[in-house]
């Protein structure tokens, strides 16, 4: 809300062609604020703001607003200025902005940018989407390893505004094979013997990735060692470019978004919620609800197999939703729990002895103590006459919570084991498969307690 805010005054600089305050707003603030303070004024007006400042910080302003902006302002504006800023932006940014345009508008831009730019996107648009290679920027610091520290530092300087970042900068050899890092902090440490060669001080036991490495083992890769970038590198180590800890926020992200859309049964969007069609919306909901649907239909004829049982004991009925969204419940926690340990490289499938027995360790503590109080509330209820009526449900809550617990955390390694997402074996979809457990389990425990009744 604050940026809507300072609209009328934006367009009443724009009104009067007020060029300093207008080149004073695109410099006072962080890139970020400045795009924020933006996002409510059309294409035509963000484009004419940014004409006010120069090119360096007109990406960089750019590069924060929202996809859907930066690609209607791509979109509508003259072409060739428009190319000119799309030529300047990173390798990463410009990847991803321009494989989401449509093909005769890709085309045209990319005959308009210096064949660098182009042959630099075309190289990194082939990596899938999900790998390494296709986050990576190619952007990056590089120095020879017969350099001086002193020769070192005075190339970085000159460096230092191409680049995205120069925390670490990586020794590379004529061929671009990559040797070692040395970080700008070794360098200025360095400084007291300036004459000391790179080859002498830099790091060799690096983490890399492939470029066709999934983006989440990268992420594990940096979480774990605390990086803040990772190279990309092929075959005999040649390198191919980076992964700033900037991308990997954006890589987290994305796997978390996707993770809780499958965790809530909806299949992951490719766009933004509003930017996605209600029909593409409804079938990628409506898949998983059919899935419930015939769960849930199956549930129902689990009912209708024990008619019999709930016509004679009618004080079972009031119990069924307690059961089935106990071991429902259950199931789904221990969902989550697995699938977020997998995700983060807790537990391994290795460790599935260890998960079912700790599961179902949890699933006796838990159906137990359930299982209590479902006693006390059976002892004063309608229709239970007798202990083995009262121990029906106490039973009953005890083993649908081991058989949820069991469920929850089995599945989820089973999906791994196939290659396949943990997540898709979303908490519904468990919570399913517990409602059918729960009734059968129910139902027999009845039986076994008061016998079979009589047929009518």
């Not at 490289?345 to 503590?365: C, N």
Request: aromatic fraction near 8%; proline fraction near 4%.
């Amino acid at each position: 809300m604050i940026n809507t805010l300072y609209l009328p005054e934006l367009r009443e600089m724009l009104a009067a062609d007020n060029s300093d305050e207008l080149g004073e707003f695109c410099i006072a603030l962080h890139p970020a604020r400045t795009a924020e303070f933006m996002e409510g004024l059309s294409a035509d007006e963000t484009w004419l703001v940014l004409s006010y400042t120069d090119s360096q910080n007109r990406v960089q302003i750019f590069s924060y607003f929202s996809t859907e902006k930066q690609e209607e302002i791509i979109t509508t504006q003259d072409r060739e200025t428009v190319s000119l800023l799309v030529a300047e932006m990173a390798p990463d940014d410009r990847a991803d902005l321009l494989q989401d345009l449509e093909t005769h508008l890709l085309e045209d831009l990319l005959n308009r940018i210096p064949a660098e730019e182009r042959r630099d996107y075309l190289r990194l648009s082939q990596y899938p989407e999900g790998t390494a290679g296709a986050v990576m920027t190619s952007e990056f610091a590089k120095l020879d390893a017969n350099l001086t520290i002193e020769q070192a530092i005075h190339e970085i300087g000159r460096q230092s505004e191409e680049y995205e970042t120069i925390y670490y900068l990586y020794v590379l050899d004529g061929e671009d094979h990559l040797l070692g890092l040395v970080s700008a902090r070794q360098l200025l440490e360095g400084m007291r013997k300036p004459a000391t060669k790179l080859l002498d001080i830099m790091e060799t036991d690096l983490v890399t990735c492939a470029p066709l490495e999934d983006q989440e083992d990268v992420v594990d890769k940096v979480a774990r060692m605390d990086l803040l970038a990772i190279p990309v590198v092929e075959d005999e180590r040649k390198m191919l470019g980076i992964i700033t800890h900037d991308d990997i926020i954006d890589v987290v992200q994305e796997e978390a978004t996707e993770d809780a859309h499958q965790m809530g049964a909806v299949n992951p969007l490719d766009e933004t919620y509003l930017r996605t069609s209600v029909l593409t919306l409804s079938w990628k909901r409506g898949i998983w609800l059919m899935i419930l649907f015939f769960f849930a239909l199956l549930t129902a004829f689990a009912l209708e197999l024990y008619d019999r049982n709930l016509t004679r004991w009618v004080w079972l009925v009031p119990f069924i939703p307690l059961v089935i969204s106990s071991g429902g419940n259950s199931g789904s926690q221990s969902a989550t729990l697995i699938i977020t340990a997998l995700s983060r490289g807790h537990i391994s499938l290795q460790d599935w002895s260890q998960v079912i027995f700790r599961e179902l360790l949890m699933g006796l503590l838990l159906g137990t103590g359930l299982g209590i109080l479902g006693y006390c509330v059976a002892q004063f209820f309608p229709g239970v006459d007798s202990l083995q009526a009262a121990l029906v449900v106490p039973v009953t809550l005890l083993l649908v919570v081991i058989a949820g617990t069991l469920t929850g955390s089995i599945l989820p390694l089973l999906f791994e084991r196939l290659g396949l997402d943990p997540a898709m074996m979303s908490n519904p979809f468990v919570a399913g498969i517990i409602d059918i457990l729960g009734i059968v389990i129910y139902m027999n425990v009845a039986i076994w307690f008061l016998g079979v009744p009589p047929a009518n």
